[in-house]
């Protein structure tokens, strides 16, 4: 079993940045990723980025790309997601999550992810 708790979200203007944090603890596995995904009301969960454990690789949506980086510290068994020049249309409720196995071509699926945390409401004004 993995248990995920994200923090760090809250309400911050345009322009500005925040970092969440995702601090996983229980089973570990060889080839799991951890992702991000968001979803903001109405629209469905979209994938944000993820990060290959075993190959420390991060990956990123073209949306954020440029804007987001995704770091890991393993002392604290947390994943980092950095948010920077944040926009309104950024505005959502941030999860991270694991998959057990990791891979490229799947890695965007939500339903490739077992394990989720509870999310974090990071609001972005104009």
């Known amino acids: 079993q993995v248990h995920l708790v994200e923090s760090g979200g809250g309400l911050v203007q345009a322009g500005g940045s925040l970092r969440l944090s995702c601090v996983h603890s229980?089973?570990?596995?060889?080839?799991?990723?951890v992702g991000w995904f968001r979803q903001a009301p109405g629209k469905e969960r979209e994938f944000v980025g993820a990060?290959?454990?075993?190959?420390?690789?991060?990956y990123y949506a073209d949306s954020v790309k440029g804007r987001f980086v995704i770091t890991r510290d393993n002392a604290k068994n947390t994943v980092y997601l950095q948010m920077n020049s944040l926009k309104p249309e950024d505005t959502a409720v941030y999860y991270c999550a694991v998959t057990i196995s990791f891979t490229v071509i799947a890695m965007r699926d939500v339903s490739r992810y077992e394990y989720w945390g509870q999310g974090t409401q990071v609001t972005v004004s104009s």
């Open positions: 229980g089973r570990t596995f060889n080839r799991h990723g």
């Open positions: 990060f290959a454990w075993n190959s420390e690789t991060t």
